[in-house]
């Protein structure tokens, strides 16, 4: 194992060693990798799943897509995949780079500004992904 110096990096050290003995090719598992296979919905089946599903005068995906990361922010943005995800599908699904940052900033009063500095910075990585994917 590494030289570790705090308790984390101890169990995170620790944690690799037992990936590494279930399956050698963990050891270069990359989440983002992971959740590139996973594609956007498309918007008709975001409204489906996730918007007016349960009331035709609900919320629309949109919104309830920026609630969820208003949600994962409180959480203090410790779920990274689902974070980036939920970027993806509410940009997917209509919302503005304005809005998802208004949202998670917001969040900053409840959740704290960590919360909110994490979730800003995983917010801040798909759009940049999304940025490179235009350009290309």
Known sequence: MSDAKTPFELM?????????????????????GFEKMWPTMG????EMWFGKGISKDGLD???RL?????????????????????????LAAGATKDEIAETIA???MFAGI???T??????????????KDDET
Not at 12 to 29: C, D, G, I, V, Y
Not at 66 to 90: E, I, S, Y
Not at 118 to 131: G, H, P, Q
Request: avoid cysteine.
């Open 118 to 131: 994490r979730a800003m910075e995983l917010a801040r990585e798909v759009m940049e992904d999304d940025k």
């Open 66 to 90: 920026l609630l969820t990361l208003a949600g994962l922010t409180m959480q203090g943005a410790q779920a990274d995949t689902q974070v980036r995800m939920t970027v993806r599908h509410a």
């Open 114 to 116: 960590p919360a909110m």
């Open 106 to 108: 917001q969040m900053s």
């Open 12 to 32: 995170m050290a620790q944690a690799q060693e037992m990936a590494k003995a279930f399956n050698p090719a963990l050891t270069s598992f990359d989440p983002k």
């Open 61 to 63: 995906a949109k919104t």
């Open 43 to 46: 918007k008709d089946a975001m």
